[in-house]
């Protein structure tokens, strides 16, 4: 791959140019913010449905589409972001480094298993590059104030938590749950992720999942943790909960000192009764382009970066292969399959 840019007086010679794999919301949702990225271009889009395709070249004039993975060979590309479903995400990332495109974005998880995140971690080793997952929770300002909180021991040592992650999308409507890999993988791994950000690695102690259909119907988990200085947690994950149009998680942390409480939308801590709230509004939750959330631009603006100086980004293909790996310790600890 060629070098992305010459150093002259600082400044950046070459456009960074970006192809994207599926044109599903998150595909169009990543291929509009990058746009909007100084010296950053989308010039390729990939889409396996001749239909969506079809389409795409009709409305997108400048952009190659393409229907398959292949095709990115021909355009010398410095990046790509991976949006298609999860059981998909091993064979592309597989074809993108084979092509010798190795600065991959790839939407979370990084693959379906535990076992398939360890083989591309492997080959990540092997042919470097930059690499990313989309939990883009860490990028949300609420999230970030609470573990600046917790860094600065304004709670103390932290004793106990409580994790949580609800929708209402499948209420009534069993038989599509599976379509999108079952609650875990698709709701619960960003407050998973979140309790390790915060907390370091974690143990499984118990776990229950309650299917809401017989094939795959992985629609409710609950599991108990343990983690470093006797610290004890537990996750409450379901995607059939009444109330919740829009997905919820977030986290209830006790300390000696005192408690944070944060979801997407604020941040609560109280000591010795007295509490400070803070909302997203009165933190600096601005953004240059805003689309879905803020944190889409900032989590793609960090991936960006990271390759214009050759940094490593976080969470990485490494840091989020712990996700897929507990989140299948879960299901086997519960009794279930992976």
Not at 130 to 146: D, H, L, T
Not at 275 to 298: H, K, M, N
Request: hydrophobic residues 40%.
């Amino acid at each position: 791959m060629e070098l992305l840019y010459d150093r002259e007086d600082d400044l950046i010679k070459k456009e960074l140019r970006v192809g994207v794999v599926g044109l599903g919301k998150m595909g169009l949702l990543h291929a509009s913010i990058l746009n909007t990225i100084p010296n950053v271009k989308t010039v390729a889009l990939c889409e396996s449905k001749p239909i969506v395709s079809h389409f795409a070249r009709k409305s997108l004039k400048d952009i190659k589409i393409f229907e398959k993975i292949s095709g990115f060979s021909t355009m010398k590309l410095d990046a790509l972001f991976v949006s298609t479903p999860i059981p998909s995400h091993s064979n592309i990332i597989n074809e993108l480094y084979a092509i010798g495109c190795t600065n991959i974005f790839t939407e979370k998880t990084l693959t379906a298993r535990g076992e398939e995140s360890e083989k591309i971690c492997e080959l990540t080793r092997k042919v470097g590059g930059i690499n990313m997952v989309g939990y883009m929770a860490r990028f949300a300002i609420p999230f970030q104030k609470a573990r600046q909180l917790l860094k600065s021991g304004a709670i103390g040592d932290v004793l106990s938590f409580q994790g949580y992650a609800y929708s209402s999308d499948f209420i009534g409507i069993p038989e599509k749950s599976y379509l999108r890999g079952g609650v875990l993988r698709d709701l619960g791994c960003h407050v998973l992720d979140l309790a390790l950000w915060y907390f370091g690695d974690l143990t499984l102690i118990n776990a229950v999942i309650e299917p809401q259909a017989p094939v795959n119907g992985e629609s409710s988990a609950k599991f108990h943790v343990s983690g470093n200085n006797h610290l004890e947690g537990e996750f409450d994950v379901s995607w059939c909960q009444k109330g919740y149009r829009i997905p919820d998680y977030g986290l209830i942390i006790n300390g000696v000192k005192g408690s944070i409480e944060v979801n997407n939308d604020r941040v609560k801590l109280v000591i010795d009764g007295k509490q400070e709230i803070w909302y997203r509004a009165d933190l600096d939750d601005s953004v240059p382009f805003l689309l879905g959330a803020a944190e889409y631009y900032r989590e793609d603006a960090a991936f960006i970066d990271a390759i214009l100086n050759n940094n490593p980004a976080e969470p990485d293909f490494i840091t989020a292969s712990k996700v897929d790996r507990f989140i299948d310790q879960v299901k086997i600890k519960a009794g279930g399959v992976q």
